[in-house]
């Protein structure tokens, strides 16, 4: 890959295809904003999934002193997989269905503004957890989300960001059965009957569900959520209380902080990164304390 102060890694089918539409706007700010600051930039596409992972990893080897995820959480995720262990910063435009990382660390979503922040931003060492040997930037976890995750990915025509997610929310309700997990959190176990049990470096996830409200990217912790088992009308009754954060009053959310969270499930359920659904439980989590830097807005 040949050199450049900074790669952007294009994800074209993120946001229902929104990056690839928003490709040659990108482009011309690039140049009108790396002209100022004297710069050098290429773009450089995904074709199939992980391979973002790749392409980072060879611009931070090539010497970028900026590999940039252009897309959604899931892309963001598999970039800093890439930079992690390397002296490149992760720099972020969201064109994605959800975008919660860049909500959370106050990245713009007008494209002229992230674009903007490249190169007037400060960076910003931040934490990542793990799971499974892969590391998340965002969340993380298993049942129910997992599986709403995994529906949204295979597609909702018409519908993007939250209205996506609540859709695909519904239709996994339907079916989906709590399941007894066996959580441990920095050697603290329990064995409950849940819908899901969420892991949080950032605070929102599925296009701003505040699953983990106290949750911040540099305090070297994961926040952990862990949704009881409950009737479904009364699960429908108090989600809407997710989007501003007061949920966690609620008896059936059961809120932790740990570095090192180990879950067991019977039956196995499937496991959720970054927006992408990676194998099944059991599965650890952990916390790496500012483990990469970020482009973050200066003020």
């Not at 359920?269 to 200066?298: C, R």
Request: net charge positive; with cysteine.
């Amino acid at each position: 890959m040949t050199s450049a102060d900074i790669v952007v890694v294009l994800n074209p089918k993120a946001g229902r295809y929104r990056a690839n539409r928003h490709h040659d706007t990108l482009q011309n700010l690039l140049e009108q904003v790396s002209r100022r600051a004297g710069l050098s930039w290429r773009v450089v596409h995904t074709t199939r999934p992980g391979q973002a992972t790749e392409l980072a990893r060879q611009a931070a080897e090539a010497g970028a002193s900026i590999v940039v995820a252009a897309g959604g959480d899931g892309t963001c995720g598999e970039v800093a997989n890439g930079i992690v262990g390397t002296s490149a910063r992760l720099g972020v435009l969201p064109l994605g269905t959800g975008n919660d990382f860049a909500r959370c660390a106050g990245i713009s979503e007008n494209l002229q503004i992230a674009v903007e922040t490249l190169f007037t931003g400060k960076a910003r060492r931040i934490d990542l957890g793990s799971a499974g040997g892969r590391y998340f930037i965002n969340i993380a976890g298993c049942g129910m989300d997992a599986a709403v995750a995994k529906r949204v990915n295979q597609g909702f025509r018409f519908l993007q960001g939250t209205a996506a997610y609540v859709a695909a929310l519904f239709q996994t309700l339907a079916t989906f059965k709590p399941v007894r997990m066996c959580i441990n959190t920095d050697g603290q176990e329990q064995r409950i009957d849940a819908f899901l049990c969420t892991v949080a470096n950032t605070q929102s996830y599925g296009g701003g569900m505040r699953i983990a409200p106290f949750a911040q990217i540099d305090d070297g912790l994961l926040d952990v959520c862990i949704v009881k088992a409950v009737s479904k009308l009364e699960f429908v009754r108090v989600f809407p209380r997710v989007y501003s954060g007061t949920h966690i009053t609620h008896p059936c959310f059961l809120m932790h902080t740990a570095r090192k969270i180990y879950v067991e499930s019977d039956p196995p359920v499937p496991i959720l990164v970054d927006g992408d659904v990676v194998g099944t439980t059991p599965v650890e989590f952990s916390i790496h304390p500012h483990a990469i830097e970020v482009i973050l807005p200066a003020k």
